[in-house]
């Protein structure tokens, strides 16, 4: 079972909102990651958590706010977000960081966030 | 720096029919993995097909296979009696010591009925 859930699908949110997004796997994978991706783009990194905690920040503004509670599971909550925030948000999951075959990242289904 | 590099941004093919996406890239390290994602409209990344640097063999996955060839570091991906359902971006990625992936700008895969 290679299964990553995202909620929700679609989200719809003013400048001045507060929202987050959520992801989740029970492949027992020990590294997930937040991703955002613009239209005909490939995938750009935000942050990685490996074993909850994180060990990758890229440089993204602090609107965006990753936690990972525990596991299996990952948010990203938003605040004060910008138009040009609006893309899609992809959740992947990976055994480990470790290196070699165990960093084959598996991805949720994602969600279109559109900022007004 | 590792660079990945699809240097076609759209291919087309009849239903049926074969078509071979391109995928060339840039490393020194001699350990890492390649990948072929595919993203339909529906969104989802979907993992294809993935290749262990270290093994000659070519990776096949029933219709997908790919054409590995380490010294020349190109890694294309063939797909075999192409289906409707084949239709997506195609994006070539590679991961070695640090982790991350590495993406190309992406192949639009369009079939024509």
Redesign the interface.
Known sequence: DTEVTQTPKHLVMGMTNKKSLKCEQHMGHRAMYWYKQKAKKPPELMFVYSYEKLSINESVPSRFSPECPNSSLLNLHLHALQPEDSALYLCASSQTTSGGNTDTQYFGPGTRLTVL | AQTVTQSQPEMSVQEAETVTLSCTYDTSES?Y?L?W?KQPP??????VI?Q?AYKQQNATENRFSVNFQKAAKSFSLKISDSQLGDAA?Y?C?Y?G?N???I????T?LIIKP
């Open positions: 350990d993995y990948f994602y529906s969104r989802q990344m979907i993992l993935r262990e971006m994006f990625a991961i010591s982790y991350q992936l993406w190309g700008a992406g639009k």
